[in-house]
């Protein structure tokens, strides 16, 4: 492993040197976004030591979302709007809950969290005129304007940007894997994915060494992961499994994603492993290293609609680490229908040796395809 890494930085080094980075195209927004992510890891990992019963709000569809997810996506969403103004968010969150007058205790945590991380020092990296940094506050108003930033419709053409502030909000709560995750989408094609998994092993196999890891791709500049706390860029590769060496990699939670179906799979493709259940999309930048080699998230009901946010920056992290993203039909998942994935049934991600065998043992298993 060490040598596998080694390996990668010098070829990541060498790469970055060829090439400077400010003419490589979204080399502004890999920037921007990667400071974006980071502060927003800080936010929520300092929420997490902090969090409190009455901090997490039960919301509509009956999931949980915290102070945490709120300022996280306050934060991103100031920032992003003082580099690209014209560029609309399909952000998870709205302000709606906190403009009501029950909310006011919940608000004005809120809007301190937000200010906290938006006048935290500048490190490597940041410019001031990003909008961050001391003096950097802003009021109450402008926070809860920027969470609703994030109300773009989503759709075939332009640019956009998604933020899901805290993807796997379960997690977050059981104090296991969640991730802050950042897309910029351009005519519905992403260009640019950021996940940021505080909690994550920076090395699979220490699972009890250094924590905290950002994952990141440019359409065409491959996969990198980059610590939370340095700069060092390592390049990714999906190394090539075969059925007999696959583990995957699935939900916690039985209900984002069924765990009899993906059993079924496993028995078909003849997988002895068991699988590495994880939350959020801290599974796309596992796999994108190699920790697992095929991510299946098999639909628990009819009636739900995956979101964008909750797979677009995962989707080019695996695709610029070797790997291929569809549906478990088959079919690309499509960003441009809106704020959800529409017609597309669950998500299958593996690398290009397994791909075509994983499609295969899904349709099996879930009937849409006769028996060999
Ligand atoms: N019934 C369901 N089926 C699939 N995904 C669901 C779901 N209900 C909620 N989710 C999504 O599952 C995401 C977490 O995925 P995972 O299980 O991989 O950790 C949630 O993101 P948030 O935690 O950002 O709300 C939420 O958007
Ligand atoms: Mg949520
Ligand atoms: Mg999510
Ligand atoms: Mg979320």
Known sequence: MYHRLRIQVIISTLFRS???????????ERQLALSAVRRACALTSSVFNKLVKNETLTKGDKSPVTVGDYAAQALISVMLKNSFPADPIVGEED?????????????????ALANEALVAPLVEGDKAEWGIGPGQE???????????????????TGRMWTIDPIDGTKGFLRGEQYAVCVSLLVDAQVQLGIIGCPNLPVDASK????????????????????????????ALS???????????????????????????????????????RMDSQAKYGCLARGDGGLYLRMPTGVGYREKIWDHAPGAILVEEAGGI???????????GLGRTLGENFGVVAAGKEV???????????????AKA
């Open 355 to 369: 791909h075509s065998a994983v499609l295969d043992a899904v349709q099996q298993a879930t009937g849409t395809k």
């Open 18 to 28: 060829s090439t400077t980075m400010s003419a490589r195209p979204f080399a502004p």
């Open 325 to 335: 993203v569809t549906d478990s039909r088959g079919a690309p998942l499509d960003f």
């Open 95 to 111: 302000a709606a809950e906190l403009r009501v007058e029950e909310g006011s205790v919940l608000r004005e945590r809120i809007i």
């Open 138 to 156: 802003k009021t109450s108003d402008e926070l809860l304007d920027a969470i609703d930033r994030g109300n773009h419709d989503g759709g075939r």
């Open 238 to 276: 999906m190394p090539a499994f075969t059925p007999s060496s696959l583990n995957f990699l699935e939900s916690v939670e039985a209900l984002h994603s069924s765990h009899s179906t993906t059993d079924t799979i496993s028995s078909i493709l003849g997988i002895t492993r068991p699988p590495l």
């Open 207 to 234: 699972p009890d060494g250094e924590r905290g890891c950002i994952f990141v791709a440019v359409r065409g500049q491959g996969c990198q992961q980059i610590p939370l706390t340095g700069s060092t860029e390592t």
